[in-house]
């Protein structure tokens, strides 16, 4: 960890960190959340650029109103959020 960013962490004492492997897709929700665009556009050509950056853009926003599917990808780690508590 870069000693600017462990400086950082000793003087604010409301943060936790949480360290993890280099590569863990598994504890990654972003894995999630490109699986579920993935399958939606899966099998589909796109026949100029902005077809593609239409439709990307299409799924994300579904994603994004739909709170219950960013909780699943959150479940999915295994991993909470837990906002810190007023002192």
């Not at 960013?5 to 949480?18: F, G, P, S």
């Not at 863990?24 to 050509?45: C, F, G, I, K, Q």
């Amino acid at each position: 960890m870069a000693a600017g960013l462990k400086r950082y962490e000793a003087e604010h004492d409301w943060l936790t960190t949480i360290r993890l492997p280099p590569y863990a897709p598994d504890l990654n929700p972003v894995e999630a959340v490109w699986s579920l665009v993935r399958r939606a556009t899966a099998n589909t050509a796109f026949d100029t650029p902005d077809d593609l950056d239409r439709t990307l853009r299409r799924e994300l926003r579904r994603i994004q109103i739909r709170p219950h599917l960013i909780d699943g990808c959150l479940t999915a780690t295994g991993l909470a959020i837990n906002p810190p508590t007023s002192p």
